[in-house]
């Protein structure tokens, strides 16, 4: 079935449709034709739909207004909070537990004080990562400190800790009920795609507005966004577990229980730690967003400097963050490479040796009364960092001779890109819309693909904000074009130079963990306020992963089509276009699609920079309380999410790596 | 091995849920009654107090902050919250207190009078204006901009590529109080709102207008730092008169002048001790407040070595504010 399906319109019979040949013959042709069909299909479609539906956006009879029911929704929430057994005998157990956890944590932490905690790290990725890594931590957490973020860097561990182990035991059930039963595994598959293309605001308000502002709040929504990838890589690891392996286990007449748990969870070892590290990765990428709704620590130091227009402390703030991503994601991933291998003869010796120098450590700390960084040790970054900032604007920002000032550019983007693009989706009428983007949905995907996207879309019309769905969805249009353009151009480069490749890993390290928010005022420094800056920093967030894909694409290319390419004489621009490229395809389709879901996340948040529409009513719901508006735009930003990627879906499933958070 | 290493992760799984329930208790687990995790570390008392975005809100909690650490004694958390979910983080007692409100008669009426979970806190001592303003340079130039009726005729230099043919009328977080979509349709203006979506969104493009002498048009209220930097002239709205903002829709006279107020959680007001009895107290100018704003926005102190140097010179105030 999927192999007639996703046969390409013009392609030779291969060997997979001739050996279909008990199928009909028209089915065949049918197959072959596909993209012929989808076109003659879309026109017949076209003509009738103009003849019988007329044009306009969708048309409010086909619209429900859901604010009466959830603004009552909104005020029983408020009123019963502090007396229904619901909240007093069930969700404020959940709360209490979240702020009991988070607590001990960051109590144990500080108990530690600086010196235990940076030698605990130190310690820990020297155990499990070697001597290299174990610097690489102090240094880290050293710096932390030294930009006078220690206290808020404890808050933002203890909360990433209880999140991070929220999230790893929920998503590990989750994968494990995946893993064993297909049934389950068919039910929470579509569950757990959707899931994570869904941009972090949209979670928000609904969270909020149960758990009220503060910690709990914060670390549920942190959880929903960080276990649906450990979900799927428990169940992908279970699921291939060696069939021999397996069939071994049984013949020497284990139980169930017994092959699940010698056989089949060490065979998913590895599955399993990527998918802690990814988890850590997507609950540090909240972090930030989170601090809207009161969790505090670093998160809420950036959001606070970014309100007085102070890049520098904010970046001071947001550094540290990059630091513990960079950090957790090295040491995690390095336990990921070492499985399989035995472990090192009186590695328990070590790992006690770590444990009692972290005690004296802590408890020297603790008798010289140093638990607290002291305040003479820290460096002052925010100063320098504001006067580049401010450099850049004075000079940047217009009058610059010939090209025109950044304003410019912003300026002539909006009047002759966006404007046109948004004021043309607005005026194709509501079932053009719902046509092209099936025929899309269909082309590069599937049957069911297409009707995905084609019910989220509608749904989008049916909640009433299609003409601010249509606006967001220019803005994202706009911004993947840009990135696209810069991306595989940047990738190609990377792949074809491994010098520019290995200069610009840590630069994607970087730009791909640092927290949205810190970009959004530099580009409001370039750009003014409006539609400009908000797709500017979507750019900017989603290039690393796109240059990334498309570099591994490139590079990934069988080096056999290349050396026979090359000695039949191909010229380095032939081979990238007619070897490398076709072959790379699929990370291409890949890069667009990772693409399209990083650049709706940011251009959601551009609401916060004058980027209107969705984004903007996500804002005006959190900040105003008012859920008839905030939680309208999270489904609509939902629903867009899934339509952009199951139009942008090949077949093929993408990389279980997800979204770089 | 394996096995042995799963079965001790399974246990030490179980006996972390028993206890977290030991810890939480088996009867009814009220989590408006829950504060934050990051409260009264080390045996310190501590006060949280909610931080608007914007920066004269900044400054009073500074403040505020200064005081209880080094005067009285406590430990103080600060959270960034918008300014009407901050109404329910208080009457949860997330924090403790608010000291800069603009009047939200709808949800005093809900947490004061009806669930008693908020107090009132009495007057900040600062008067808050919102309005419609342009730059000072462009005001002297035109002089009859500073009445709305002619407006229209300066809608051409107002325009920018965001608010497409119209003039901008720039607005800024979406979760301040503005009735500026329903006035520009009610006095039947040639604008287009268009929404910074963020204070410091808002800021930065005014900034930017500045420095090149453009002439704009905004939403912006007093006190503001931002004045000091960038002089503006108010736009003369039909004035205000008692409830004619009543109807959000059909709105169509200028903003009031608000004295600005703070409120208190009411557990918080009971048995708050000193901190709970300082905070009443507090009570400042405009001009002090907009002296330790410049020096956080402006002059990019931090907000508490801002207040440091503000309560060095001002001792005779503050003095007054602390219980006796």
Redesign the interface.
Known sequence: MTATVTSAPSRPPTASDTASDTAPGALRALARHRGRLIGAGVAVALVLGAVLLGGGSWPASLAVDLSGPLERTSDWI?DN??GHPL???F???V?????????AV??LL?ALGWAGVTAAAGLVAWRVAGLRLALTSVAAFGACGLLGMWVPTM?TL?LMVVAVAASV?LGGLLGLAAGLSDRMNRILRPVLDTMQVLPAFAYLLPV?LV??????AAVLATVVYAAPPMARLTALGLRGADAGVMEAAASLGATGRQRL??AR??LARKELLLGVNQSIMMALGMAVIA?V??A?GLG?RV??A?????V??ALAAGVPIVLLAIVLDRVTAAAGERIGTPPAPRSRLGWTLALVTTAVVAVAGRLTDRLTWPDAWTVDT??PV?SAVDWM??HL??GVPLVGGT?DW???F??WVL?PLRDGLQWLPWWAVLLTVGALALFIGTWRTAVTAVLAMAAIGVLGVWDPALDTLSQVLAAVAVTLLLGFALGIAAARSTRLGRALRPVLDVFQTMPQFVY??PV??LF??????AVAAAVVYALPAVVRITAQGVRGVDPAAMESSRSLGATGRQQLFQVQLPLARPALLLAVNQGVVLVLAVVVI???????AL??DA??G?????LATGLVAGAAIVCLGLMLDRVTQPTQRRDLAGKGA | M??TR?ALGGSA?VTAAAL?AG??GCG???????????AD??GSRTVTLS?Q???GA?ANVAVAQYLLEHELGYRV??????????W??LS?G?VDAILEDWGHPEQEK?YIDDKGTIRRGGDLGVTGHIGWFVPTYFAERHPDVTDWKNLNKYAEEFR???S?GKGQL?DG???YVTNDKALVDNLDLDYQV????????????IK?FA??KKPFLSYWYKPQWLFEKVPMTEVKLPAYQEGCDADPEKVACAYPHTPLQKFLNARFADRGGDAAAFLKKFRWTTDMQNDVALM??DQ?L?PQEAAGRWVKENEATWRTWLPS
């Open positions: 408020v909070r502090d909240f007093l005998y969700l404020g157990h709360s209490n537990v979240v702020v009991v956890s988070v607590r960051y109590l500080l808050q203890a035991l909020v758990f009220g502002i503060g910690v709990p748990l010698t969870l060490p601090s709704i009161g505090g809420d959001y606070q970014l309100a007085s227009v102070d520098g402390a925010a100063e504001n604007t004075a920002y217009s304003a912003a300026g002539r909006t009047t404007n959004l005022i409001v420094a003014g306020v409006g539609r400009a800056p551009g609401g916060l920079v004058g980027g209107g984004g903007y804002v005006f959190l900040a105003q309380g008012d | 394996a096995h799963i799984l977290a810890l939480t009814a687990a009220d989590m408006t009654r829950q504060s934050s995790p990051y570390a080390k931080v975005s914007w920066v900044q958390d600060t959270v960034q919250i918008d300014e009407v979910p901050a329910d983080a949860q997330r809900r920018t590529a965001e497409g720039l977080s979406p979760s268009v929404f910074a979506g963020s204070e410091a969104a808002q800021i930065t493009q930017q420095k090149e956080i926005a990019k931090s």
